[in-house]
């Protein structure tokens, strides 16, 4: 790892990487214009000028971008919002299911009590028979 940026080091300092400069308005331009000739000041303008165009050609695919990550983030936004309307929707389902449920689960308790009791208590056959002995 070490060697790779010692590597990468010695290919920038060869290839003369410290004389690079950005690309910035002359330092004069900068500074305070009073009893410069017009000539100075014309120069200056258009560079700054020129330098302004590059910025707004720059930014513009940028602003287009935040558009569309706008544009993006409404759309879950939206969805979200769904989900949550959706989320208290089966809410409320699931609690009256679960009261439907339970009014089922006591109707069917009642019936397989009866049916249990009448499978238990004592058949046709034996009462008929204790009845004809007496």
Excluded at 25 to 37: F, M, N, S, T, V
Excluded at 75 to 88: D, E
């Amino acid at each position: 790892m070490k060697l790779r940026f010692l590597v990468l080091f010695l290919v920038l300092v060869g290839l003369g990487f410290w004389r690079i400069k950005p690309a910035l308005a002359e330092e004069d331009c900068l500074a305070d214009p009073k009893g410069w000739p017009p000539e100075k000041l014309e120069r200056c303008s258009k560079e700054l000028e020129h330098l302004y165009d590059l910025s707004r050609a720059a930014t513009t695919p940028l602003e287009s971008e935040i558009k569309n990550l706008g544009n993006r983030i409404n759309a879950l936004q939206t969805g979200i919002n769904a989900a949550v309307a959706k989320q208290k929707r089966l809410g409320l389902e699931v609690v009256d299911r679960e009261e439907k449920v339970a009014e089922h689960y006591v109707l069917f308790g009642k019936k397989i009590r009866e049916l249990y009791k009448s499978l238990r208590g004592s058949s046709l056959l034996v009462q008929l028979l204790s009845t004809v002995g007496a």
